[in-house]
């Protein structure tokens, strides 16, 4: 069964500092990925999703990933965050070629210093 | 189109009372899921239907039934609630192959 990982559970970045969270995934063939957004007392929002084809993703709010096979990672980046981007973020994964599950990580909450 | 709909938003059960979360979809979806939300655990999947007629355990389906009513509908049932199960639940539909998985609001579930 698939699984995803997010190692870091709170990360702090300057308000137009870069950002990098981390995602790592264990499925045995290519997985689908998810990355969304949580605003506090809000639901889901989609960033973006990756299901094959160019391994760099661009998504909403001028967010981006990587999928990377050689190290089973889809981490999220922005080049320059804004105090809006406060919230928790969530990694998830699916199994294309078994079922329709998908599966998400514990979450990253990522805090804006002014 | 309303999307994916749930209903309670809000529910106070005392332990070991029953109730059934709604949850409804008017996108033609095939696959529909039930989520629970927890601080620091994510969203675990508890049950999840890839089609009308079936159904399939997630990570966390012990204290739960569903039913995948029709098309649209896919109910969560608590036969008798415990404390454990105080969350967020988040109902979820997702067309067929590549389509993205949309979200319904939540309902927020405690139990005394």
């Known amino acids: 069964a698939q699984s995803v990982t997010q190692p870091d559970i709170h990360i702090t970045v300057s308000e137009g500092a870069s950002l990098e969270l981390r995602c790592n995934y264990s499925?045995?063939?290519?997985?689908?990925l998810f990355w969304y957004v949580q605003s506090p007392g809000q639901g889901l929002q989609l960033l973006l999703k990756?299901?094959?084809?160019?391994?760099l993703v661009q998504g909403i709010k001028g967010f981006e990933a990587e999928f990377k096979r050689s190290q089973s990672s889809f981490n999220l980046r922005k080049p320059s965050v804004h105090w809006s981007d406060a919230a928790e973020y969530f990694c998830?994964?699916?199994?294309?070629?078994?079922?329709?599950?998908?599966?998400f990580g514990k979450g990253t909450r990522l805090h804006i210093l002014p | 189109n309303a999307g994916v709909t749930q209903t309670p938003k809000f529910q106070v059960l005392k332990t070991g009372q029953s109730m059934t979360l709604q949850c409804a979809q008017d996108?033609?979806?095939?696959?529909m899921y039930w989520y629970r939300q927890d601080p620091g655990m994510g969203l675990r999947l508890i049950y999840y239907?890839?089609?009308?007629?079936?159904?399939d355990k997630g990570e966390v389906p012990n204290g739960y039934n569903v039913s995948r009513l029709n098309k649209r509908e896919f109910s969560l049932r608590l036969e008798s609630a415990a404390p454990s199960q105080t969350s967020v639940y988040f109902c979820?539909?997702?067309?067929?192959?590549?389509?993205?998985?949309?979200f319904g609001p939540g309902t927020r579930l405690t139990v005394l």
């Open positions: 979820a539909s997702k067309g067929q192959g590549t389509d993205t998985q949309y």
């Open positions: 499925y045995g063939a290519t997985p689908y």
């Open positions: 990756y299901f094959s084809g160019d391994t």
């Open positions: 998830a994964v699916g199994a294309p070629d078994r079922d329709d599950k998908i599966i």
């Open positions: 996108m033609n979806h095939n696959s």
């Open positions: 239907s890839a089609s009308e007629g079936t159904t």
